[in-house]
Each structure stands twice: as structure tokens, then as C-alpha cells.
């Protein structure tokens, strides 16, 4: 009975595994039509096609970043640096994706204050940029293991105390550095963000038009989204200025 | 006495100066001669008016004007004015005399005024001769306006100051082409003594781009002659009117409140004002309609023309003319001339990609009259390519208005040496080719087709594989732990190492009694039967094996708390094997399979208990 169920249970599971791949299958094919409409010049076309392929509920670096291809040459720079976002979010460390989010950046309206930059924080944001989350997931998984691995070493082999100890110790010490990394990390990419995509959207004191105008943002420009009331949105800039825009004004990354 | 001659020690420099500022200026006698326009139409009058500057303090004779044919001399009036300036001791004095002789034009011409000359000291002086142009009378009635009195007026009255006291409006031109200036004058000509001038209406001239050249702060009375009658003239304001647009244009009257002083004369017994030291009557002056043509420029523009109407040239001057590439270099292209400047925005700049240009910086400075000047528009330029490059002439499209007729103005063109610059690696000797450059930027190409797509939401650590596999080395770690502590029990602890091994040695044993069984070796088969549950029971309570009977047996199960049943069954196997073990041949297979199952089954619950 038993070798019955588990039979008809490895046979569903295999099924359904081939409908995963061949929905993915279908997918594929669908984004592959939105190429060919890209290369063709039809860029509404292909937005449409990339468009029903996330809608699917497929989240892919590729197709969010031709999709922002698609809309930049569409005219539509707001969607466009929107996408790209989106895409650097799955893609961390892509090149292309990174080019044309800058080129797309330096198209937009509002120019973002650069912060002031010494040598220690150019290093320390460089460090920061090179890791990625999963290189981080990867690298917390081999120090735990190297720590169970020393561990085990010096429970065989007590005599060499001063050896495994100070091994345990430096891998202790990487795994906690890699550990706050990836924790700090994943925090940052959990901030809510959005792209402006109105043309122009005002900046209040506070969620309601009777409100004092703070500042003007236009169209491509990212913020983070600290709170949300009755559909109005509180924007932060990286500069630190903050104010009320319309929900309808922006989308979350 | 002491005291005379002091003085005249002070007295005799002074003289001396005195005489010799006399002597060595006494043969500057300048003459300067102007008119008050250059072009009157066929009635109007001209002034011509000479100065006289002297040093001498003595008296001129009055320079001699000769009328020319064409002209009329309607009279003339001089003044006279002195000054004497002492400057660190030194004295010059100067005379000047001021004579306005006013000529009305009776026919159309170019007429040459003076030579005004007078003879001085056996010396003849003359001054310059003046050019003025006598047009066509244009029709238009005189340019005067009715007064309006504050106060009814007899008509007789009205008449009166009509005659007296009026405001003209004169342009120099009345049909004019879009963006040719028109110079417009405004006068007041009294006889009365006026007080309280005041602007009432300023017209706004829509239509038209002002430039106010003249605005009298204050009024300066000159005396002119209109028709054989002398007048305090004043200039009021002088304008220079840029039409913007084509068709008739009437200018909006200017207004003038003034109050006419007219003595102490009382026109009836009860406006007799016996405290009032004048009665003064309020008048309101307009100047009369002036009518302006602005004619529509003639078709058949250039390319480029941008509305610039007059004369203008051009000239161009580059800083550095020899340069590294990608250096900047500065064009000043000056324009000067007659027209409205103001309206020129930018000149056509040079064709080709030789150069890259940014927007100029211009700076306008006009004349005095406003209808002419320079300007002037800084280009920063940036070569594209080195060596010896021309840079094309700037060009203005303009129409000239004096001959009708569209004209372009352009600067001469300039030769700039650029050396090579020095960004990138220079191409090495020998090798041709240049090296390759940026000429666009655009957006990267999309991601290539793909067979499969895969899900990229969920980052390997928010998997829940990934903590499932921290697990492992954890468990390792406690796993290597507890054998560590196993293996040293093992070999420090007798006890713990027999206890240990006690199920797989009775194991094994009733594994060899099933053999035995099997093989029909019944003596061997209970002998270890009884073997395996004695070593069983001495390896878990760690005792000797060798004295262990079924009675001993019985006491150390009870010490252990082992039930009853259980050790009597314990016993029973004991004594059964015990009893077949010393008389052979005894026990069938089935016995020996029930004591077999039954060791099995004590076996397995005493290591429960024990």
C-alpha cells in the first residue's frame, strides 16, 4: 500500500515537474517574441510581450531589463529606469544592466547631490558593491561548515590546541563579518523604493493637496518610501529632503 | 613801506600771468558750427547755430553766414557767455558766443551751410560747412494740438494761446520700412512765461520698439523763429521708434499741463486777486497726430534673415589662433552699425563639423542716438579636427532700407594652426590609421533568446534549503562529540565497554546455538545457550561469568529490581540446560526450539531491565 502511494506521488511530482518546465518553456518563447519585435523596432509590441511574461509571475532579470530597453527607446524614461531597477535588484552585478541604468540617469531632469567621497568610503562602498547577497549566502554557508569542520578537527585531535583555536577563532571571525554583510545587506534591498513616472510630481508638507509644496521631482527620479496614508506616499531623496507625492505619481521598484 | 612792497611782490606775478595767458591765447578763436537737423521737409525751418570760443576778453565781430540759394534767412540772435577758471595759480578765461541763425527751406536739395568766417587780427577763421537735405513737403498738417484751458475760454482767448503756445511732434521720416527707426522729437514752443510743466498722458507707441534717446529733466529755453515769430523752443524728448509690425500706424498724442503766467492783468473787476503776486491760467498741451507708414519687408529674403534692417559689417577676431585640439578658442565677432541691433539675436554661424560652437555671450552698446552702435557676441569655439583650419565667415542677412534691397554682412575668415591634442595615444610612426572614436552613445543591446527562464525572486539565502544546511556541520560537530566520549568510555571504562558490547556478544552466541540447533548438536547447542544468558547477564552487571549459577543468578537479578517471573524463567532456562547439557541425547528439536525463542525473548527483555 505504502509503495503504492509513494509511487503515485513520485509520478505526480515528476508531472508537475514537466509542467514547470514546459510552462517555462512557454515563457521563454514569449520573451523570445518580444526580442523579435525589439529587433524589428516595434517596441510597443515588445513591451507588451515582456509585460505578459511577468505577469505570469515570473520575476527575471533579463526580461525586466530589454523591457527597459523596450521602454527607453519608447520614449518612456520613467518606466524605463523603473525596469532597470527591477532588474539590477535580481541581477546585482550585471554590466549591461548597470550602463544603461546610468545612461538612462543622466537623461532625467532632477540631478541627485553626490555625497562628498574620501578614500575610507570610496573603499568601503567598493567592498560593499563587490559582494552580492548570494555571494554573501554562499560565503556564510562555507565558514559554517569550516567551523564545524575545525571543530570536529580539534575534538580528534585535542593535542593541537593552539592551532585549531586560533582557526576556529579567524573563521568565527569571517563567518560574523560575512553574517552582519549579508544581514545588512538584505536589509537595504527590503527598503521600499520607487521611480517617479509622472512628468512632474509635487513634494507636500504633508498627504493632501491643501498641503505646503516642499520640492518638484520629475519623471526617472528614485526614492525611498518611508510611510504610506489614504494614497499618499512619504518620499525621502537621498539628500535627506523628504515630502508627500501622490501614490499614483510613482511605483515601487 | 616794507609793506608796499610786499604787495607789489604778490601784484607783479599775478600781472605777469595775467598778461601772459593774454598774449599766448590770444589768437585761439575757435569756431564750431552745427544744425538742429539735417533733413526738414520744404517750409520748416533749420537753425544753424555757430560758436564763437575766445580767449580774448575783448570783443568779436559776428561771424559772417552766407544764405545759399533755395534758403530763406528768417532772423538771428546771439548770447553770450564767459567763464574764467583759476587752476594752481594759472588763469584762463573763455568767451563764448552762441549765434542761431534760423533759415526756413523754400525748395527741395542738398544744401552746404556756411562756411561761417570771421576776420580777426588780419586773419580770416572759418568753421565747418554742415550738409542738410531738404525733402518733399509730406502733406501732414502742422504737428500742433488746441490747448485746453482749465478754465472756460472765450474762442478769441483759446485763439490766442493757440498761437502762442503749442507742442510738436516731428519724426524724421513718416514712411518707414518694419525695423527701420524712426527718430520722433517732441517740442514745446512758448511766447508766454510758463510755470508747473508737467507730462500729462506719455504715449505707450504700440506697434513700435522704443529707445528714449532724450528726457528733459528740466526745461531749457532756446529761441527759435516760427513763421517770423520768435519762441522759447524747449526740447521735451527724443525718441528713436523701431516699428515691429506693417501697416498705418497713428502715434497717441503726448500731453503736457502747464500754467501760463500772464502778469498781473485782471480780465474783469471780480477775479481781481489783490494777494495773488500772478494770475496764472491752466493749459493742457497735445501734440497733433503723427501718422507713420510701416511698410512690409519686400519678399525674397535669404536664408537666415532673422529681421535685422539698416547698414551693418562685420568683422571677427579669434584668441588663441594656434591651439591643441579639444582647447577652446574665443570668436569675437563685432557688428556695428546703423539698426536695430537689439533685435538681433544670433548670427549664422559657420557651417561643418570642423568646429563645435556654444551659445554666444553678446553685449550691445548703442550710440547716443540710439539708432546704431555695436554689438558684440563671444563664441567659445572647439576645433573637432588638427592642423591648419579655416574657420568660415560668421554671416548677418539684413535688409538695407536706404536701397531696398536684401544685403549679407560677413566676417573674413580665420586661419587657426591646431596641434594635435594630447588626450589618447598617439598613432605609432609608420602605421597608418587613426585610432577609433566614440561617435554616439546609446543604451546597450537587449539580452540574447533563451530557452528557459528562470525564477531569479527568491536570493539563496531566503531559500529554505539553505538553513536546513547550516544544519549539517552543527550535527557534524555534535555527532564527532558524542563519539569522541563513547570511544574514551570505551577505553577507560571496563563496565561500560562489557555493557556496551553485551547484546552483540549474546548475539552472536545464539547465533552459533542456532547453528548448533540446526546441525543437531544438542550437548553443544544447550551448552550455549546457557553460555550466552550467564555472559549476558555477568556482561551487564559486569561480574565474572565463570561462577554464575542459577541461584547467583537469581540474587543479582533481584538486586537489579528484575520482576519475578522474569527470573524465574532465567532460572528455568538455566536448570534446562544445565540438566540436558549433563545427560546427552536428551532434548527433541522442539524443546530446543521453545529454549532457543525463550533465551531470544529473555534476552531482549532484560536488557530492558537490567
Known amino acids: 500500500m505504502k509503495v503504492v502511494l509513494y509511487l503515485v506521488g513520485a509520478v505526480a511530482m515528476g508531472l508537475m515537474h514537466v509542467d514547470a518546465i514546459s510552462a517555462s518553456e512557454s515563457l521563454a518563447a514569449l520573451y523570445n517574441r518580444g526580442n523579435e519585435q525589439y529587433r524589428a523596432g516595434h517596441f510597443e509590441a515588445a513591451i507588451s510581450a515582456y509585460q505578459r511574461v511577468l505577469a505570469e509571475g515570473l520575476n527575471n532579470g533579463e526580461v525586466y531589463y530589454n523591457l527597459g530597453n523596450a521602454y527607453f527607446k519608447n520614449g518612456q524614461l520613467g518606466r524605463a529606469i523603473l525596469s532597470y531597477e527591477r532588474a539590477l535588484k535580481l541581477m546585482p552585478k550585471d554590466a549591461d544592466v548597470l ?155 | 613801506m616794507k609793506n608796499k612792497k610786499q604787495i607789489f611782490f604778490l601784484l607783479f606775478p599775478i600781472s605777469i600771468a595775467l598778461f601772459w595767458t593774454q598774449w599766448a591765447r590770444a589768437q585761439d578763436v575757435i569756431l564750431r558750427a552745427s544744425v538742429d537737423r539735417t533733413r526738414v521737409e520744404v517750409g520748416e525751418q533749420i537753425q544753424f547755430t555757430v560758436v564763437v570760443e575766445a580767449a580774448q576778453m575783448g570783443g568779436l565781430p559776428q561771424p ?52 561761417a568766417q570771421l576776420t580777426h587780427d588780419g586773419k580770416t577763421i572759418r568753421s565747418d560747412r554742415v550738409r542738410v537735405e531738404v525733402v518733399k513737403a509730406s ?35 513718416r514712411v518707414v520700412y518694419v525695423g527701420e527707426p524712426v527718430r520722433l522729437t517732441y517740442k514745446l514752443f512758448t511766447r508766454y512765461d510758463l510755470r508747473n510743466v508737467q507730462y500729462g498722458h506719455v504715449p505707450t507707441f504700440t506697434g513700435f520698439w522704443t529707445e528714449t534717446t532724450f528726457d528733459a529733466q528740466r526745461l531749457n529755453m532756446q529761441r527759435e523763429t516760427v513763421d517770423g515769430r520768435a519762441f522759447n523752443a524747449a526740447l521735451l524728448k527724443r525718441l528713436a521708434l ?30 481781481f486777486d489783490p ?64 539698426g536695430n541691433l537689439h533685435a538681433i539675436a544670433d548670427l549664422m554661424r559657420p557651417k561643418g563639423a570642423a568646429f563645435k560652437f556654444y551659445d554666444p555671450k553678446t553685449n550691445l552698446e548703442t550710440d547716443g542716438t540710439r539708432l546704431g552702435g555695436q554689438k558684440t557676441f563671444e563664441y567659445v569655439a572647439i576645433p573637432q579636427r588638427d592642423g591648419q583650419v579655416t574657420l568660415p565667415p560668421f554671416a548677418l542677412a539684413y535688409f538695407d532700407p536706404v536701397q531696398a534691397r536684401y544685403k549679407t554682412a560677413q566676417t573674413n575668415p580665420i586661419v587657426l594652426r591646431v596641434a594635435p591634442g594630447e588626450q589618447g595615444p598617439q598613432p605609432v610612426a609608420g602605421l597608418p590609421g587613426e585610432e577609433v572614436r566614440a561617435l554616439g552613445s546609446d543604451i546597450r543591446y537587449i539580452k540574447p533568446d533563451r530557452t528557459r527562464l528562470v525564477d531569479q525572486s527568491l536570493s539563496l539565502h531566503q531559500r529554505g534549503g539553505f538553513w536546513l544546511l ?7 560537530v555534535a555527532g564527532a562529540y558524542i563519539y569522541r566520549r563513547h570511544r574514551e568510555r570505551l577505553a577507560g571504562d571496563v563496565a561500560y565497554a562489557r555493557r556496551r558490547r553485551s547484546r552483540s556478544e549474546a548475539r552472536r552466541r545464539l547465533g552459533k546455538a542456532n547453528q548448533l540447533m540446526h546441525a543437531g548438536d544438542s550437548a553443544g547447542f544447550y551448552s550455549e545457550i546457557h553460555r550466552s544468558l550467564a555472559r549476558f547477564v555477568a556482561d551487564r552487571t559486569n561480574r565474572a561469568a565463570a561462577g554464575l549459577t542459577a541461584e547467583q543468578v537469581g540474587v543479582v537479578l533481584a538486586e537489579c529490581g528484575v520482576d519475578e517471573q522474569v527470573i524465574a524463567r532465567v532460572q528455568d532456562v538455566f536448570a534446562t540446560s544445565d540438566r540436558v547439557r549433563f545427560a546427552p541425547g536428551e532434548g527433541s528439536a522442539e524443546e530446543m526450539q521453545r529454549l532457543f525463542e525463550q533465551t531470544e525473548d529473555l534476552i531482549g527483555a532484560l536488557e530492558r531491565c537490567i
Open chain 2, 275 to 338: 494777494f495773488g503776486a500772478f494770475d496764472t491760467q491752466h493749459v493742457r498741451v497735445r501734440s497733433g497726430d503723427v501718422e507713420i507708414e510701416v511698410k512690409p519687408l519686400p519678399r525674397g529674403a535669404p536664408i537666415g534673415f532673422g529681421g535685422a534692417v539698416g547698414q551693418f559689417e562685420m568683422r571677427a577676431e579669434a584668441v588663441p589662433t594656434s591651439l591643441k585640439a579639444g582647447d577652446p578658442v574665443a570668436l569675437k565677432v563685432v557688428l556695428r552699425g546703423k
Open chain 2, 139 to 173: 502733406g501732414q498738417p502742422q504737428t500742433r494740438a488746441a490747448p485746453q484751458a482749465g478754465r472756460s475760454m472765450s474762442e478769441a482767448e483759446i485763439r490766442d494761446i493757440e498761437q502762442n503756445l503749442f507742442l510738436q511732434a516731428i519724426p524724421d521720416k
Open chain 2, 470 to 476: 547550516q544544519a549539517v556541520p552543527v550535527l557534524g
Open chain 1, 99 to 253: 550602463a544603461n541604468l546610468q545612461f538612462a540617469n543622466a537623461q532625467k531632469v532632477d540631478r541627485e547631490t553626490e555625497d562628498e567621497e574620501n578614500v575610507v568610503t570610496r573603499v568601503l562602498q567598493a567592498i560593499f558593491a563587490f559582494f552580492s547577497v548570494d555571494m554573501l549566502a554562499v560565503m556564510v554557508c562555507v565558514f559554517v561548515f569550516g567551523l564545524g569542520g575545525v571543530a570536529v578537527c580539534w575534538i580528534f585531535m585535542p593535542i593541537r590546541r593552539v592551532l585549531w583555536g586560533g582557526l576556529l577563532a579567524l573563521v568565527a571571525v569571517a563567518l560574523l563579518g560575512s553574517a552582519s554583510m549579508l544581514a545588512f545587506k538584505s536589509h537595504q534591498h527590503r527598503i521600499p523604493k520607487a521611480v517617479i513616472l509622472a512628468d512632474e510630481a509635487i513634494g507636500r508638507s504633508g498627504p493632501g493637496r491643501d498641503f505646503l509644496q516642499v520640492f518638484t521631482l520629475h519623471e526617472g527620479t528614485k526614492v525611498k518610501i518611508e510611510r504610506a496614508e489614504g494614497g499618499w506616499l512619504l518620499v525621502r531623496l537621498h539628500s535627506g529632503l523628504g515630502g508627500w507625492i501622490e501614490a499614483s505619481a510613482l511605483e515601487r521598484v
Open chain 2, 242 to 271: 523701431f516699428p515691429t509690425t506693417a501697416g498705418k500706424h497713428v502715434l497717441e498724442q503726448l500731453e503736457v499741463n502747464c500754467e501760463i503766467v500772464a502778469g498781473r492783468r485782471s480780465r474783469s473787476l471780480f477775479d
Open chain 2, 64 to 115: 559772417q553766414v552766407p544764405t545759399p540759394a533755395g534758403l530763406h534767412l528768417s532772423g538771428s540772435s546771439s548770447s553770450t557767455s564767459m567763464s574764467v577758471n583759476f587752476v594752481n595759480g594759472a588763469m584762463t578765461s573763455k568767451r563764448t558766443t552762441t549765434y542761431v541763425f534760423s533759415f526756413v527751406a523754400q525748395n527741395e536739395g542738398t544744401y552746404m551751410l556756411g562756411p
